[in-house]
């Protein structure tokens, strides 16, 4: 059974930094693109970063690019998100998906492509 956990959220402080992790577990990376999207209060997900199944493309949101990096780790099967600089507006619950199995040049933002989700993890920016 193909299952994603999140975990590594939690309360901090502006300009402060947290990574969270997305262990996979009923596959390999090896053929699975991963998305990190979030949510905020009254607002609808977003992408946020993406990395694709061999690892050698990423995509970052605007609102991210320079300051969160998705990297992956095969030997234990998990994905990454670092996040510096956090801000009060990064506060969110924060996802990882799967896409369904394939071999991917690039990866996409938008949650159509993805097909497996975890339950998410909380991140609150505050002072």
């Known amino acids: 059974q193909l299952q994603l956990v999140e975990s590594g959220g939690g309360l901090v402080q502006p300009g402060g930094s947290l990574r969270l992790s997305c262990a996979a577990s009923?596959?390999?990376?090896?053929?699975?693109?991963i998305g990190w999207f979030r949510q905020a209060p009254g607002k609808e997900r977003e992408g946020v970063s993406c990395?694709?199944?061999?690892?050698?493309?990423?995509n970052y949101a605007g609102s991210v690019k320079g300051r969160f990096t998705i990297s992956r780790d095969i030997a234990k099967n998990t994905v990454y998100l670092q996040m510096n600089s956090l801000k009060t507006e990064d506060t969110a619950v924060y996802y990882c998906?799967?896409?369904?199995?394939?071999?991917?040049?690039?990866?996409?933002?938008?949650?159509?492509?993805?097909?497996?989700w975890g339950q998410g993890t909380q991140v609150t920016v505050s002072s």
């Open positions: 998906a799967a896409t369904g199995p394939g071999l991917f040049r690039l990866c996409a933002l938008g949650q159509s492509h993805y097909a497996y």
């Open positions: 009923g596959f390999t990376l090896d053929y699975y693109s």
């Open positions: 990395i694709t199944n061999s690892g050698m493309s990423t």
